[in-house]
């Protein structure tokens, strides 16, 4: 079973964050556009914990630690603005969508999944959690590709989205795109913090 955690989004995001993946896409020019593979509405999340390939007598383990509420962590709001592109220098590979708000909250909240899904045995990355949303993937890309996306970069609040919970998905890929399905929720029970930003 291929497994993540993530923060889901509300339909105003979805169609508000769609409307930016087109406001680049005429930016960058129908060359740079073409070669990249954009995100559709209804697969857009932001990721915490990518879980990979799991073995089935493992995930009733992991569906029961995302199942509980997690009382340390309360809600808060998340702000989708600014691009940026993965890895930071060579060819682009990913086109996303950082935050404004909600960045050092996201992250928290990611250490906190970590910890619960330790004693369930999984291997999770160790790199630093850098919270973003994937908009689109280049096919093919080149260096140049880099000033297009520069040109269309900009600070404008994108989306604002209330996190409440925590979703544990899973992903089933075939040639017509992932297909997603959550297996449980882990409702943030805690207090909202007196200063979120």
């Known amino acids: 079973m291929r497994l993540f955690t993530a923060i889901e989004l509300n339909e105003d995001a979805r169609l508000a964050i769609a409307t930016e993946q087109k406001r680049i896409a005429e930016v960058v020019g129908r060359d740079a556009a073409g070669s990249l593979k954009w995100?559709?509405?209804?697969?857009?999340?932001?990721?915490?914990?990518?879980?990979?390939?799991?073995?089935?007598?493992?995930?009733p383990a992991i569906i029961r630690a995302m199942g509980d509420e997690i009382g340390e962590?309360?809600?808060?709001?998340?702000?989708?603005?600014?691009?940026?592109?993965?890895?930071?220098?060579?060819?682009?590979?990913?086109?996303?969508?950082?935050l404004s708000r909600g960045a050092n909250e996201a992250i928290a909240l990611?250490?906190?999944?970590?910890?619960?899904?330790?004693?369930?045995g999984v291997a999770i990355e160790e790199r630093p959690f850098h919270p973003h949303l994937t908009l689109a993937r280049w096919r093919e890309s080149r260096q140049a590709d880099r000033r297009s996306v520069a040109a269309a970069g900009r600070d404008?609040?994108?989306?604002?989205?209330?996190?409440?919970?925590?979703?544990?998905?899973?992903?089933?890929?075939?040639?017509?795109?992932?297909?997603?399905?959550?297996l449980a929720r882990a409702p943030l029970a805690g207090l909202r913090p007196p200063h979120s930003r």
Do not use: K, N
């Open 110 to 120: 990611q250490r906190r999944v970590v910890e619960r899904l330790s004693p369930t």
């Open 39 to 59: 995100i559709r509405p209804e697969h857009m999340h932001l990721t915490l914990v990518f879980l990979g390939e799991i073995e089935e007598v493992r995930a």
């Open 73 to 98: 962590a309360g809600p808060f709001a998340i702000v989708f603005a600014g691009i940026g592109i993965f890895p930071p220098q060579r060819a682009p590979r990913v086109l996303w969508l950082g």
């Open 156 to 182: 404008a609040e994108v989306a604002r989205v209330d996190v409440d919970a925590v979703t544990l998905f899973q992903s089933r890929l075939s040639s017509s795109g992932p297909a997603y399905t959550v």
